[in-house]
């Protein structure tokens, strides 16, 4: 496995890691090695787990949004996508992660 860390294209909202930046439209730009991107991929995957139990409570309007398991567990892992890409961008998109936190 290579350590060397190149540089990927993420895509937060669809989940995408891509390591060239014409295949499609992406927001961040990161540094990392494989084991990086394996690490991300797996929290894409979780992200994407506990957003399948959200949909379900959307159906359920006497669950209000902030009383539900799954939507908690769904912010908890895509706060933890953006702190790994906040581990390994670039400055820009540091900076820009760093500014979102600030407008919360």
Known sequence: M????????????NGEIQSKPDV??????????EKEIHDLREMFNAMNGADSGTFWRAHLPSIP???DADNDQYDRRMMAVYDKVYELGDDEARSHIKKMRNEV
């Open 2 to 13: 290579k350590l060397e860390k190149q540089p990927y294209y993420i895509q937060i909202a």
């Open 24 to 33: 499609s439209p992406w927001n961040f730009r990161i540094f990392a090695n």
């Open 65 to 67: 949004y902030h009383l």
